[in-house]
């Protein structure tokens, strides 16, 4: 996962780093809400942590401005001195979507941040994704539409997973690109376009079919699912 760390503190977000690379997540460090805000515009994260009391822009205006936003589709887990049960109470009815108490330990922020992870994508299986009439299986690297399988190279497969993992989520194309093909300074983002326009078209992804695949000028992709999964 690409965690965002919101604090002013630069030996505490130094230390959770440390903790969340060896957990093989890929960090990058905001020493305030204003320049997370700068950044969130043209890269995802998949989590952020929350420094609740910083300078000028602090964690709850920085959570207010996320919620207000639509294309900013991100969990929060604040990170606070602020213990006490009002203090808590308060930050959830915010919308965060839970908490950390300093002095952070390890065990617990790791244990936090998976937890949160899996909430925030509760049709998604490690293994199995199938969210009709897709099913795309990791393990045997199979995408089914409607049961008939897809041939696709290895980079698509890749591609697909990775979208369906994030359905709703609005992508931008270096994100696609440090996802699925890491960080190769020999590619451009036009490789991400040509790999849409063959994914959209081999899995027939089509507003008949309850499912858009959109381009975002400037900005990237966003897969929707268009019908409730149970329909």
């Not at 244990?111 to 490690?126: E, G, S, T």
Request: charged share 30%; net charge negative.
């Amino acid at each position: 996962m690409h965690i965002a760390i919101v604090d002013d503190d630069p030996d505490i977000a130094a230390l959770m780093m440390l903790w969340l690379e060896e957990e093989n997540h890929t960090c990058t460090h905001y020493s305030s809400g204003q320049d997370f805000i700068q950044a969130v515009r043209n890269k995802n994260f998949d989590i952020v942590l929350l420094d609740w009391i910083m300078p000028e822009f602090d964690g709850e205006q920085t959570l207010n401005w996320i919620n207000s936003n639509d294309d900013v589709d991100v969990p929060v887990i604040f990170v606070t001195q602020k213990a006490t049960e009002d203090d808590i109470a308060k930050i959830l009815t915010l919308g965060a979507d839970d908490y950390i108490t300093k002095p952070v330990r390890h065990k617990e922020m790791v244990a936090r941040v998976n937890a949160v992870a899996r909430r925030a994508n509760p049709h998604v299986d490690d293994e199995v994704i199938e969210l009709k009439p897709y099913r795309i299986d990791s393990t045997s690297r199979e995408v089914l539409v409607e049961g008939e399988q897809i041939k696709l190279t290895e980079k698509e497969f890749k591609l697909v997973q990775f979208l369906f993992k994030n359905v709703g989520r609005l992508l931008s194309r270096d994100h696609i690109l440090s996802a699925v093909w890491g960080y190769d300074l020999g590619l451009n983002t036009r490789t991400v376009d040509t790999h849409m326009s063959r994914i959209r078209k081999k899995l027939d992804i089509a507003p008949e079919k309850g499912w858009r695949l959109s381009s975002i000028y400037h900005q990237g992709y966003r897969l929707e699912h268009l019908v409730h999964t149970g329909e």
